[in-house]
T-cell receptor, first 112, second 114 residues
Framework: QKEVEQNSGPLSVPEGAIASLNCTYSDRGSQSFFWYRQYSGKSPELIMSIYSNGDKEDGRFTAQLNKASQYVSLLIRDSQPSDSATYLC????????????FGKGTHLIIQP | SQTIHQWPATLVQPVGSPLSLECTVEGTSNPNLYWYRQAAGRGLQLLFYSVGIGQISSEVPQNLSASRPQDRQFILSSKKLLLSDSGFYLCAFYRAGSYNSPLHFGNGTRLTVT
């Protein structure tokens, strides 16, 4: 059974601070990892992809991957109220055709 | 560019009524297509996926079915809806063969079964 675990939150972070979101996965064969942002009532929007161990930065977002620990994280620097959303961690195990396995998401609230 | 269209955006249906949700993709050929459902307080659950016309794989046994009558068209159906079918239905795709790519989602259909 492929599982992706996230803390559901809510995670409350003051505006301008760093928000740290975490995710663990069960399948050691997982090859690709994604973070999606989902605003209430909307569909998920891809914000980061990461495929190898280490950090990947894109603007205010940094994704971190540690395959040995089966751990993925997302850091949001200089958090803005517009970052308030649910963040979904998704994993593709083995590169097969059966899509991505998603965590339940972490609800992030940025306090002005 | 590759785009995905899904309709309707919202739907309210009585228990026992039929369902048909449609999804089409533009700008690519032979895409892998997916139907996910997101119920309140739960994560995204994969319902069906298709790697080609007429090829449907079911992940969860239930009263829903899927069909792929054309290369870029994916339909989710039910003959008789249950209350438990309420949720946010999302169609998604990535380019054929790019199994390590991210999925791209349509805007979703909010289904309420009353």
């Amino acid at each position: 059974q492929k599982e992706v675990e996230q803390n559901s939150g809510p995670l409350s972070v003051p505006e301008g601070a760093i928000a740290s979101l975490n995710c663990t996965y069960s399948d050691r064969g997982s090859q690709s990892f994604f973070w999606y942002r989902q605003y209430s009532g909307k569909s998920p929007e891809l914000i980061m992809s990461i495929y190898s161990n280490g950090d990947k930065e894109d603007g205010r977002f940094t994704a971190q991957l540690n395959k040995a620990s089966q751990y993925v994280s997302l850091l949001i620097r200089d958090s803005q109220p517009s970052d308030s959303a649910t963040y979904l961690c998704a994993v593709n195990s083995g590169g097969g055709a059966d899509g991505l396995t998603f965590g339940k998401g972490t609800h992030l609230i940025i306090q002005p | 560019s590759q785009t995905i269209h899904q309709w309707p955006a919202t739907l309210v249906q009585p228990v026992g009524s039929p369902l048909s949700l449609e999804c089409t993709v533009e700008g690519t050929s032979n895409p892998n297509l997916y139907w996910y459902r997101q119920a309140a307080g739960r994560g995204l659950q994969l319902l069906f996926y298709s790697v080609g016309i007429g090829q449907i794989s079911s992940e969860v046994p239930q009263n829903l079915s899927a069909s792929r009558p054309q290369d870029r068209q994916f339909i989710l159906s039910s003959k008789k809806l249950l209350l438990s079918d309420s949720g946010f239905y999302l169609c998604a795709f990535y380019r054929a063969g790019s199994y390590n790519s991210p999925l791209h989602f349509g805007n979703g259909t909010r289904l309420t079964v009353t």
